[in-house]
């Protein structure tokens, strides 16, 4: 049976069947609905909103704030509020001792982190094909980061999951702006469809508590929400 690393270092990523437990994400779960009814609180005050959507399921709540004000996801996803249990994830004993088996036994974490809420059809949460390396410096991809992308609800195709190409080793592609090409309001960096072969697709339909790990050069991308919720998920990385 091949090893977290044998498995990581052929496809630049492995996955974490069952890591977790559902149980152990509802704390998170609970500060990000804090965050999200902080939002609302400060929209309301400032004239974006007239409701408050306490009451609403964490699954539903977003969908309700960004169809009344457009753009509140995005920016309840760039604003980069850490939570004291989004933190305690951070450095969980199993994640850690796994990402210790990747890097040896001194790691950091690395300062880019992000919750991820993707409210069904917004483009600007449906992140096209890139690699992480190429929004840092050059000779960053030198040094071994790795990604933890972890879904905080069941995830496929419909709900926009995430996709990775699998076994790709090669050097950093050219990437491109999105608001370059007319997309004025992106902030997302893509790769052309014709600049790398990307018939090895490996598509992330995880149950709750299962996650994955990736180096900051395998190319990956997530799809449109076409469901009726939120696709809640985070990502940290170590490095």
Known sequence: MEKIYEKFNKNGFVVLENLFNKKEFIPVLNDINYLVDNLNEELIKIGKLNK????EDILKKLIFIERECPGASAWLHTRGRITKEIAKLWCNDKLLDVVQQLLGPDISGNPIWNIRCKV???NLATVPWHQDTAYLNEGAEKTLQIAAWIPLVDVNENNGTLQLVSKY??????????????DSKSWY???DDNDFNN????TCNFKVGTIILFNQIIPHRSLENHSDHT??????RWQ
């Open 52 to 55: 408050l959507y306490k009451d």
């Open 231 to 236: 696709r809640w998920s985070l990502d940290l």
């Open 199 to 202: 018939e090895s697709i490996y």
């Open 189 to 191: 960096l893509y790769i």
């Open 169 to 182: 080793k090669d050097k950093v592609l050219n990437h491109n702006l999105e608001k370059e090409k007319g």
């Open 120 to 122: 069904p059809n917004n």
